[in-house]
């Protein structure tokens, strides 16, 4: 994701603000399918692989919660069946099923979001406004795959020395276990100790300290700011209009495709596609350059021998 990565941080921490609000806050079945799919090809895109492996934490989440509700909540008039006397509804199926597609939009939003967002754009964004809580973050979002990083090696290290977690009787287990986790730990604050030790030695923090920064706001990353602020504020109008409403409950209030609803789904899948556009057309310029490259080889002079 090239073109991603060459935006201003402010630029994506704008987008995905807003495209992760609206997920969070719609539950219309349109715009929920939107995000969805949307959110699944830009992770694609970014890490097909590591996607589709952490599909395997993601989906029974989602499947989970798509269950939970009709067993707790009895509304709706359409009655399927009963279970202890309880009736289950279609509405609240139906329900349920928007609530896991809204909780996976979300997941893969900030999945992506992790993937782009990284540790110095979020420093650049947040260090002059909170310099600790800048810091915070950053070290967080690094956490859990370091974290891994390291169990990687300690287990490995463990199963060299004959001390096998997976090996042995279940007291074994417990103990190996607990030794990879005890040295886990004390890894996690020593390096906790020496980031911080050497973050304050670079004087990070201090009033007046100078420092240096890759990213420069272009024009591009105006005319993007300016669009997302655009697709935002329709969906606010929208929202005000109650044009972008669906309800479960008692029953469906059914989809409607009048012009206003037409705009709405409209506008809301071109924000969602807007990474993936922004790839394309960089794509299409990079082939556009190369074939111009080629085609000048060929109506060049041969060289003089």
């Excluded at 030794?179 to 670079?202: F, H, P, Q, T, Y």
């Amino acid at each position: 994701m090239y073109s991603l990565n060459t935006l201003h941080p402010i630029v994506l921490f704008s987008y995905f603000a807003v495209i992760t609000g609206l997920t969070m806050f719609y539950m219309h079945p349109v715009l929920l399918i939107i995000s969805l799919i949307c959110a699944i090809l830009l992770n694609v895109a970014i890490d097909a692989r590591a996607f589709t492996a952490s599909l395997k934490w993601f989906v029974p989440f989602a499947l989970i919660a798509a269950l939970i509700n009709p067993l707790i909540s009895h509304d709706g008039e359409i009655v399927l069946f009963y279970v202890n006397y309880q009736p289950i509804t279609l509405e609240a199926i139906i329900y349920g099923l928007a609530m896991s597609c809204m909780l996976l939009a979300v997941l893969f939003w900030f999945n992506a979001f992790s993937k782009l967002m990284t540790t110095d754009k979020f420093i650049y964004l947040f260090g002059k406004i909170s310099p600790a809580v800048a810091l915070l973050i950053s070290v967080t979002m690094r956490l859990i795959p370091r974290f891994k990083q390291q169990l990687h090696l300690i287990m490995n290290a463990q199963k060299a020395i004959g001390m096998d977690p997976s090996v042995g009787n279940m007291w074994q287990r417990i103990k190996s276990a607990m030794r990879v986790l005890s040295i886990l730990v004390s890894w996690a604050l020593e390096n906790g100790i020496e980031s911080a030790d050497s973050m304050k030695a670079c004087g990070y923090g201090l009033s007046g300290r100078s420092t240096f920064s890759i990213f420069i706001f272009t024009k591009r990353d105006g005319s993007l700011l300016a669009l997302i602020a655009s697709f935002f504020a329709i969906q606010l109008f929208a929202s005000w209009h109650d044009w972008n409403d669906f309800y479960f409950y008692p029953t469906f209030s059914g989809l409607s495709w009048q012009w206003p609803q037409l705009i709405v789904y409209s506008s809301y899948a071109v924000l969602a596609l807007l990474p993936l556009l922004l790839e394309l057309q960089e794509v299409r310029k990079w082939r556009s350059l190369t074939s111009k490259i080629s085609i000048s080889r060929i109506h060049s002079p041969n060289d003089l021998h």
